[in-house]
């Protein structure tokens, strides 16, 4: 039995008229409630993909597939915080806080900060130590999201000798881990004002 042949057979009860169970009658049911089942589980998967805060597959690729640029990430709730930032860009997203916002659908942390220089701005990965993976389609997304007349300045940050003696105690702690110089740098983090 299914869950609608159940409540078919929930509702027809009450009438005493039909023999429900070992009957045609009872076997009509159950495939008229599988055939409910089916749908009801098409209709909450299309429901899930249609929203980019639940989609999973389908729905998010078929939004990528309206934007010029997709998100460089591999973390599916990363890539839905992209894919909603950068449907947000509209007219009025020129503010720096707006700026910011639109920058997420690079697919990591990127935050614009003005310079004081009329027309330049500095771009910087915040949660990524030196270059980010994926930077020239990040770059792409970033010079296309940023007003044209402006100057761009990335800046990245590596790992420094006061970053690592805050991280370890003594050197024998990073020799104990074995880790090579890229797994070094991601096991710190950037030092926030």
């Not at 869950?3 to 070992?22: C, F, I, N, S, T």
């Not at 078929?62 to 973390?75: G, H, M, N, Q, Y």
Request: with cysteine; net charge negative.
């Amino acid at each position: 039995m299914s869950g609608h042949g159940d409540y078919l057979r929930q509702l027809l009860a009450p009438l005493r008229v039909y023999r429900l169970e070992g009957t045609a009658n009872g076997g009509e049911l159950d495939a008229q409630g599988a055939a409910l089942d089916a749908v009801m589980a098409r209709l909450e998967d299309t429901q899930k993909e249609m929203l980019v805060s639940t989609a999973e597959g389908r729905g998010l690729e078929a939004i990528e597939a309206l934007l010029a640029r997709k998100p460089v990430t591999d973390s599916l709730k990363r890539r839905r915080e992209a894919l909603a930032a950068l449907l947000r860009i509209g007219g009025d997203s020129f503010t720096l806080a707006a700026i910011n916002d639109n920058l997420k659908g690079c697919g990591i942390n990127a935050v614009a900060e003005e310079t004081g220089t009329a027309g330049q701005v500095t771009v910087r990965f915040p949660d990524v130590p030196g270059i980010p993976d994926g930077f020239e389609e990040m770059r792409a997304i970033i010079e296309s999201i940023l007003p044209a007349h402006l100057g761009i300045e990335y800046v990245y940050w590596y790992i420094t000798w006061a970053l690592m003696e805050a991280r370890f105690d003594t050197w024998g702690d990073i020799e104990a881990l074995s880790p090579t110089w890229e797994e070094l740098e991601k096991m710190v983090e950037e030092e926030t004002d």
